[in-house]
């Protein structure tokens, strides 16, 4: 199981994204997590889109060019009096993509009196600091990193208190889904004197290293599995070795080309691990899935049947083709790069815990990976030097929600750390759905998560107007 | 007056210290705040030197290269039960002219069961990241800032932690001086995960944009000369005008040239400015100053007087030479490009409040400066977005510690901003006295200084221990 497959199940569990989500890979996450996904037209009304340019290298002073920032702002509750400013930390994508899918900054806005801002991420959407030329090689990656996102976040609201009257005294709180919510939290920790708070959501601050097992995220996909139907799992972790006995000699490759409708027939031993990465993907389709006692062959049909409607969902396709994946837009470039330097995030399954084949998380292997496609080498134990590991304990006003649904919840803060570090667990909640719009077929604990999220940030801007005024 | 004596003026109140201070400055410093600075030999027993090996850019992946990072350790009184580790971030400046100048550390292990570890800033002392090369040019200086050196910090406190048996499961506690001071504050600020508290000696983390008014430091320098003696401010203010008016024509530059035994005799006003420049250096000698109702021919022969002493005092020299600066050492190259990056303080004079000419603070001209002498541009605005201003009080755990008699204290902390959020003002202290050793001429008040700072570093102690046990 390659670095691929696991960015993809990083998308396709990732409504709220990690990658751009391909229109299949939508359509069918509904068929998994039904509560937890929603097609209902955004609540978002109008935003202006806006660009502020930005160094391009916020820690060094040889390189003095800048590239511009795109932010949007949708203004139409905000009171200049008594209001807020959220501030949503954009992570890796288009910008008008999570601005369109936060439907909760949305929904809280007139409550909350607040002009909502989002913040495009450097190196994705339009925010690009060398335009086409920015995933040329190392030298022009070298400023995608989440230090300089920060950097750009801290500069922009400065922006933003200077040149919009009336933010200049007002509490901004950070907002993110996802990587944007371990950047929502890390700017509280880093820049305290920016937001008077946080809300990370579905942020996996802590997959990395071994401050959670490697483990953690396969086990709880097999257990969703578990829960979505009965044999779902134990037929996965079958095909694997079906495979495997069936592709021993030639014949078998043939046929499974054939059965799978491949349009590359497979031909050795390095196609059919191709293969089977590329299967992994389907985990979602588990519908096909839930006969037991198959025979090989039969288990395998059924396999193409979830592969077909994952893959050729409008039905037009004659044949599949392996080298179609969901990681082929321009965001997922600059999330492998991210993965490859500084977002060392160990996976690793044992199949018995979890229903996939057995695979040691092989740092070395990663490593040569990396530097092969970026020219980089990957430094996992940065992360923890720079934002503390688990030992976070001194900062103060960040809200980590995590569903218990989410593979990402196991490298999350799911326990209080005190009394303002403060944790959200939503039972029937997938990757963030805390920060989706008000729906109606949200379970009652999404909507609680939300309700109790909305005081938390009412508390802190009651805080923020209570220190104004005292210091007058 | 020019950025130079500004830099010097820095250099002769910071025993502790800006730039590496020659000798001719240290003796004479004696004279002026007697008080503040003491010549007893150090405390310091045994330490043992060692390198440790960073990464060139902490923030970017293209440049894999690393250089050799000078620590030191002395652990005569370190226990590795209950003990703590008291680690100086150093400044700009040779780290073992620190260690031997910070004798209240040394003074404090036992009472601490502490190690002490002294940590040289990069490009400085022997941590030179291209060696001979380092200060060649824009390119090799990009990587001197205030956030390589925090990096470097807490890269070698997972060092320590990781590589001397007991060290894991100690508290650490940042402690420094002057810049070095803001270097502890700011560690704390930004990897509270790493310290738990931290010791700013006379930091003037608010010297920067107009967070405090540019004039404040140069009017406490004039309170201190007022203090000094009777005339000695006021004669100085004087000496401005007494020397525009001599110098208006050939015959008035001749004589002061021949009156102050000048090198290379003045020939325009260029040359005078650079020697009023050159002049100011003098200030502490204001015992050649104390005359009133002098002529103006007097006045300057007796400013001679106080060159004299001040450039010339083995006696050895014939004539003055202004090219001769105390900026000459290889520190003064490092924090030369920082004050022209980050590090940007304005000052100014009006000639009221303070004994100078008038001088308005001018970034463009400075700016233009740094630009001709590094080939950068300052950012004078980037320590506040980075560090807060202001705008601190969410950080804990912090003691700033000023003297009354030190110019910087108007940049530093000198009111409690929370409760663990610490000011302690010293009266008859200067340039962080505190962190000196004891010595029998020290006022009461530093001694008083000194042990509410050991209170509150046991404080920080106890709580980290207390939160060891719990945890387990």
């Known amino acids: 199981m390659g670095r691929l497959v696991l960015l993809l199940l990083l998308a396709f569990l990732m409504p709220g994204l990690a990658i751009p989500v391909p229109p299949a890979l939508k359509a069918l996450s509904n068929l998994h997590l039904s509560t937890s996904f929603t097609s209902r037209p955004s609540v978002v009304t109008k935003y202006s889109i806006h660009y502020f340019e930005q160094k391009i290298d916020h820690f060094g002073f040889k390189n003095e060019k800048t590239f511009k920032q795109r932010y949007l702002i949708a203004d139409q509750h905000w009171r200049k009096e008594g209001g807020s400013i959220l501030f949503y930390t954009g992570n890796e994508g288009d910008i008008i993509w999570f601005c369109n899918n936060t439907g909760f900054m949305w929904d809280v806005a007139e409550e909350l009196k607040a002009m909502l801002v989002f913040a495009e991420h450097r190196y994705y959407g339009q925010s690009l600091p060398f335009g086409a030329d920015s995933f040329q090689d190392s030298r022009h990656l070298n400023f995608l ?210 229903m996939f084949e057995p695979h040691l998380w092989d740092l070395k292997a990663f490593s040569d990976d990396c530097f092969k496609q970026w020219g980089v080498k990957p430094r996992p134990s940065w992360i923890t030097s720079m934002y503390g590991g688990k030992n976070i304990s001194s900062h103060t006003n960040i809200i980590f929600s995590n569903g218990d649904l989410d593979p990402w919840s196991g490298g999350g803060v799911t326990k209080n750390i005190t009394n303002t570090l403060v944790a959200i667990v939503i039972p029937e909640g997938a990757h963030h759905l805390d920060l989706r719009a008000n729906n109606a077929f949200d379970p009652m604990t999404v909507l609680l998560a939300r309700s109790l999220e909305v005081k938390y940030m009412k508390q802190w801007i009651r805080d923020f107007y209570a220190y104004l005024r005292k210091k007058h």
Not at 171 to 184: E, H
Not at 189 to 205: D, N, R, T
């Open 145 to 354: 990193t989440s230090e300089q996102a920060l950097a750009d976040f801290a500069e922009l609201i400065k922006h933003l208190k200077r040149t919009i009257p009336g933010a200049e005294n007002q509490p901004f709180i950070a907002l993110g889904g996802s990587y944007g919510g371990m950047l929502a939290a890390w700017f509280r920790m880093k820049y305290p004197h920016m937001v008077v708070g946080a809300l990370a959501a579905s942020a996996p601050i802590w997959q990395f290293e071994d401050i959670v097992p490697c483990g953690v995220f396969m086990k709880i996909v097999t257990t969703d599995f578990k829960r979505s139907g009965p044999n779902c799992s134990e037929n996965i972790r079958s095909s694997w070795d079906a495979i495997n006995r069936l592709t021993r000699n030639g014949t078998g490759l043939d046929w499974l080309s054939e059965a799978l409708h491949l349009c590359t027939p497979l031909k050795n031993a390095q196609d059919v691990q191709h293969l089977k990465d590329w299967i992994s993907e389907t985990w979602v389709v588990c519908q096909y899935l839930k006969n037991s006692n198959l025979s090989d062959r039969e288990l395998l049909q059924n396999i193409f049947q979830a592969l077909n409607v994952y893959y050729n969902y409008s039905g037009q396709a004659r044949c599949l083709n392996m080298s179609e994946t969901s990681t082929s837009s321009l965001g997922s470039l600059g999330w492998s790069y991210q993965a490859c330097t500084e977002m060392v995030m160990p996976f690793c399954t044992n199949g018995i815990d979890d």
